[in-house]
């Protein structure tokens, strides 16, 4: 099992930024993959950017050039650095984590309004 445990949302003006924080506990070593999803509402959930254990980062079209992925594996987490905020990033944050199993956290809200 893995446990996921994000943190960082919060609510930010357009052109804003924010940093997520997701740290992993657990079996820790079963996971080939992370990533952040989001889900606004009325919408189903998109994935925002992928960090595979050795390769490179992948990012939905929307958010390329402003939402960098990162990882720790010293400290187990991984971020999700977001910049120029726009209202349509409003939604709330998964992480999740891919391998043996599929893990979620249970999410943060990002709110982006003037």
């Known amino acids: 099992q893995v446990q996921l445990v994000e943190s960082g949302g919060g609510l930010v003006h357009p052109g804003g930024s924010l940093r997520l924080s997701c740290a992993a506990s657990?079996?820790?070593?079963?996971?080939?993959?992370m990533g952040w999803y989001r889900q606004a509402p009325g919408k189903q959930r998109e994935l925002v950017a992928h960090i595979p254990r050795g390769g490179s980062t992948n990012y939905a079209d929307s958010v390329k050039g402003r939402f960098t992925i990162s990882r720790d594996n010293a400290k187990n987490t991984v971020y999700l650095l977001m910049s120029n905020l726009k209202p349509e990033d409003t939604a709330v944050y998964y992480c999740?984590?891919?391998?043996?199993?599929?893990?979620w956290g249970k999410g943060t809200l990002v709110t982006v309004s003037s």
């Open positions: 999740n984590a891919a391998g043996k199993g599929d893990y």
């Open positions: 657990g079996s820790i070593f079963s996971i080939n993959a």
